[in-house]
């Protein structure tokens, strides 16, 4: 038998399972949307149990699926720093004021999305030295915030934003990342933390069926989404990502 907290609130789960689905097919970040929903039923630590198996999971389809299209030198340019950041935050992270940070990353990501749109309409080159100090930032900010609350996608989506142009490499990019990120969460929650249990395995394992849904339904519509425009998609929700943490933390 499910337990009780499954039966109350069902659709919220089976909707939030959806919502990550459709973001890790590709229409990013709404993943944010579906951790505002769980959390209104969840708090944040049995939040963080419950979806750290489903964002693992989630990964490995796009990664197979967009194996070809990955800019293997950005993702090793880049991962060290996220890899730094989810250690500083498996280490501090469980103490810290998810508020203050929450507010911290929110006015980042929406500083970055400003900077993200000059250069989209009207580009200028970013000295070498400044790229590497806003690759170690926003690295340490994106392994930080995912170990502490999967709030990772808007900053590391401005990254790939920043050096990919085409649809199929972010994807492609981001899935693979995400895989090994995702994987050493697991590894953290499980034998570090100790936050999995057999309930919230259980209400992870509810939200799988929608989430294949959701990952299916996002494929095929990312598939006639033009280029431009899913980069403009992907710009929107950099400023959503911001301001919807600046709001759930003000």
Known sequence: MLPEIIQEHWV????????????????????????????????????LAVLA?????????????????????????????????????????????????????????LSMGILLT?????????????????????????GFGSIIGNMAGGVTNTYYLMHIKD???????????YLSINGIKLIIYIFFWQ???PQTLLITASLIPTIILGIITATLLVKVIPEKVYRYIILASIYYAGIAMLIRYV
Not at 73 to 98: C, Q
Request: hydrophobic residues 50%; contains cysteine.
């Open 167 to 177: 649809k199929n490499t972010f994807l492609g990019t981001n899935a693979r990342m």
């Open 195 to 197: 936050v999995l249990t």
């Open 12 to 47: 919220i789960f089976l909707i939030t399972g959806f919502i990550i689905g459709l973001d890790k097919g590709g229409l990013k970040p709404l993943v944010g949307i579906g951790i505002f929903l769980i959390t209104s039923v969840l708090d944040s630590r049995t939040m």
């Open 118 to 142: 000059r250069l989209e309409y009207r580009p200028f080159n970013i000295h070498p030295t400044h790229q590497f100090s806003i690759r170690i930032i926003l690295g340490i900010i994106a």
């Open 53 to 109: 198996p489903v964002m693992f999971i989630g990964e490995i389809f796009p990664t197979v699926h967009y194996q070809k299209d990955c800019a293997v030198k950005t993702l090793r340019r880049f991962i060290p720093w996220v890899i730094i950041g989810l250690i500083i935050g498996a280490t501090v992270g469980s103490g810290m004021s998810e508020q203050i940070f929450g507010i911290s990353i929110s006015i980042i990501v």
